[in-house]
RNA sequence: GGGGGUGUAGUUCAGUUGGUUAGAACGCCUGCCUGUCACGCAGGAGGCCGCGAGUUCGAGUCUCGUCACUCCCGCCA
């Protein structure tokens, strides 16, 4: 028998009655009748109580136990009474009466509660994560993670994907976030990069001749946090495969993905494959944004035509100025009083636009200043184009292209908040597919790769002759959930002529490939097989299905906003005789 | 790098137009309590009101600065 228990804490039930039992865990909560004590002890797996009475020699003892201690403890199973059977715990038809116990480790008055839920404040947490992560809602969150983990592993090998471990110790690239930088002791001045993701790894792999590799790959990248996006390092399911097109990657990941969601949520509605797919440009235009969350209903149209020569002065003169108008239809909105309409317009104006404007559509007219001063056929055009009825409200967005976009999608998510009309308990996935190769930067007013340098362009080399290369349309497609980005993938590009003419484009010769990316570069002369894939984001998925709007609520260590781990002090300061080992040294700055 | 929010007891919060000794709940300590499971009852301890300036007869409250945390923008091919 196990020296610690003969049970854990949420197996013993009505069938051990009568039997002696030895259990191990946390105190969770006492409850002190003076005669009689109550003790709930706590395990990874449930909830036992405890009683003991003042017949029992040590009842002092055990009364002064401090909450979260760590013990042991023996008795017999008892029954109880019908009254005071607890339903809310697997074990509450039983209790274990006390015989003997052992503290095993006592615990100090604890910063926050763990039974219960009391909000504290998160770098209190942080630093005493190894307490955070006893309670409940936390714990739970890890062990998704563990299982939704451990599905992905079978659910690949079990569709013929090995998996492959790739570099941590990797080097440097050029292109795309911000390195982590680890110095080399054996080389003075040089670095190892942590990678951002195993890309060229994984295409080496396929040059390879894996076929089919997948990984759970650690991803390093230093930029900034968001509450969906962790500073320094996520996890991804990274895979590839050789020898396939597009839809044939869309058709091996999205049962694994819906199979996922399906078993590791209750009560929700999932797409199920094939997920439905929205050509970039298209998104763009009703959503404003490359990563729609289609629970929301509402869509963005565009009225740049319908406001030339309207009578509507201010959105004629920005049509002059190049810019463009979009316009929100919202159901139900008519009769908000004005505090809302004038509440939103300082929404928008504190996100630097010049306002919100609207229609009101109700008694079968328009209102509001925009309808006053339209031309009254521009206006019936408006009316029918956006096909408005009684009761909806038309938001209009006036800026450059780029911008407008990008607020539309904001007011969309905004209005379909204030409107309660975002559809509840469902997982909506969609591909976003044709992203254009090439965009105009126009800082440097230059032609940059928009996503991907190493996707094959839609065409190939046919495309890159033909066509302006900002129509050039790649091989990328993104999977967004819920207006999440869950994954990135492509085809890559494995025709070395074809990569030499994209970098051209984007003004790089020859040799910055051959420098830059020097192992693609000769892998490619070799027989590179045709290949493609992606990386679903594992913290994402699992922050979809614990149903949480911070990522770290499921990573078990994670840093603070500012990448820095409050339990373990890191970043930290270095000894020097380290650093001179390194052959580092810390410039000071004034200013620091 | 920039913008917003928050900061009062161990924790969550309240604190009036600036005005006596800064309150409550949970937690903690003490006592009482033999069927609780948010146990109950009584009492107690616990505060650099984030920090620093300033305005004022007087600042938790107003002003400026600063720090911490958080959300967002930039950034994340």
């Not at 930067?441 to 065409?459: A, C, L, R, V, Y």
């Not at 051209?504 to 020859?510: D, L, N, P, V």
């Not at 070799?526 to 699992?542: E, K, N, Q, S, Y």
């Amino acid at each position: 028998m196990n020296q610690y228990r003969s049970h854990n804490c949420s197996e013993i039930s009505k069938k051990d009655i009568g039997k002696e039992v030895k259990i191990s865990g946390w105190l969770n909560k006492k409850r002190d009748h003076g005669g009689l004590l109550f003790l709930d002890l706590r395990d990874n797996y449930g909830i036992t109580q405890c009683v003991v009475d003042t017949e029992h020699d040590d009842f002092d003892k055990v009364e002064s136990i401090r909450l979260e201690s760590v013990l042991s403890v023996t008795g017999s199973v008892v029954e109880r009474s019908d009254e005071t059977i607890n339903r809310n715990i697997s074990t509450g038809e039983v209790e274990i009466k006390i015989k003997s116990f052992e503290v095993l480790n006592s615990s100090e008055v604890i910063p926050f509660q763990i039974s219960q839920e009391d909000d504290a404040p998160e770098d209190l947490r942080l630093k005493y994560r190894f307490l955070d992560l006893r309670k409940s809602r936390l714990h739970k969150n890890i062990l998704l993670r563990s299982n939704v983990i451990s599905a992905f592993r079978k659910k690949m090998t079990s569709r013929g994907f090995a998996e492959i471990q790739t570099p941590i110790l990797s080097s440097s690239s050029p292109e795309g976030a911000r390195d982590f930088l680890v110095p080399s002791r054996l080389h003075k001045g040089r670095f190892y990069a942590l990678p951002q993701a195993p890309q060229i790894f994984k295409q080496l792999l396929m040059v390879g001749g894996f076929d089919k590799y997948f990984q759970i790959a650690p991803c390093f990248r230093d930029e900034d946090a968001r509450a969906d996006r962790s500073p320094g390092e996520f996890y991804q399911l990274d895979f590839e495969m050789s020898f396939v097109s597009q839809s044939e990657i869309f058709e091996m990941i999205e049962p694994v993905i819906f199979e996922v969601f399906r078993e590791f949520s209750i009560n929700k509605k999932i797409s199920p494959p094939p997920f439905e797919v929205i050509k970039f440009s298209e998104a763009m235009d009703i959503f404003g944004t490359d990563k729609p969350d289609l629970r929301n209903p509402l869509i963005i149209q565009d009225f740049s035509k319908e406001f030339l020569d309207s009578g509507f002065k201010i959105f004629e003169d920005n049509l002059k100025k190049n810019m463009v108008i979009k316009g929100i239809k919202v159901p139900n909105s008519s009769k908000k009083p004005r505090t809302w309409f004038d509440k939103l317009n300082k929404w928008a104006r504190d996100l630097g636009q010049k306002g919100l404007g609207y229609i009101i559509f109700d008694d079968d007219e328009a209102k509001g200043p925009i309808a006053n001063n339209l031309k009254k056929e521009k206006l019936s055009i408006i009316i029918g184009n956006a096909a408005l009825k009684n009761g909806d409200c038309l938001f209009f967005i006036s800026n450059e292209r780029r911008n407008a976009e990008k607020f539309s999608s904001f007011a969309r998510e905004k209005l379909c908040d204030e409107i309660n009309l975002r559809e509840k308990g469902s997982f909506r996935f969609c591909w976003i597919v044709d992203y254009p190769m090439f965009e105009f930067n126009n800082e440097t007013k230059k032609i940059d790769f928009s996503h991907n340098p190493f996707s094959m362009p839609q065409g190939g080399m046919e495309a890159i002759k033909n066509y302006n290369p900002l129509e050039i349309i790649a091989w990328q497609f993104d999977i967004v959930c819920n207006g999440i980005e869950l994954s990135s993938g492509a085809i890559r590009n494995h025709k070395l002529d074809i990569m030499i003419e994209l970098f051209k484009i984007a003004g790089y010769e020859e040799n910055d490939i051959k420098r830059q990316f020097g192992a693609i570069y000769n892998a490619f002369k070799f027989g590179a097989p045709p290949h493609g894939g992606a990386a679903p984001g594992i913290d994402r998925i699992v922050m979809l299905l614990a149903e949480e709007i911070n990522l770290r609520e499921v990573v078990a260590f994670p840093l603070n906003q500012q990448a820095e781990d409050l339990m373990l002090g890191s970043p930290n300061l270095i000894a020097k005789n380290h650093l001179k080992e390194l052959r580092l040294k810390i410039e000071e700055n004034k200013n620091d």
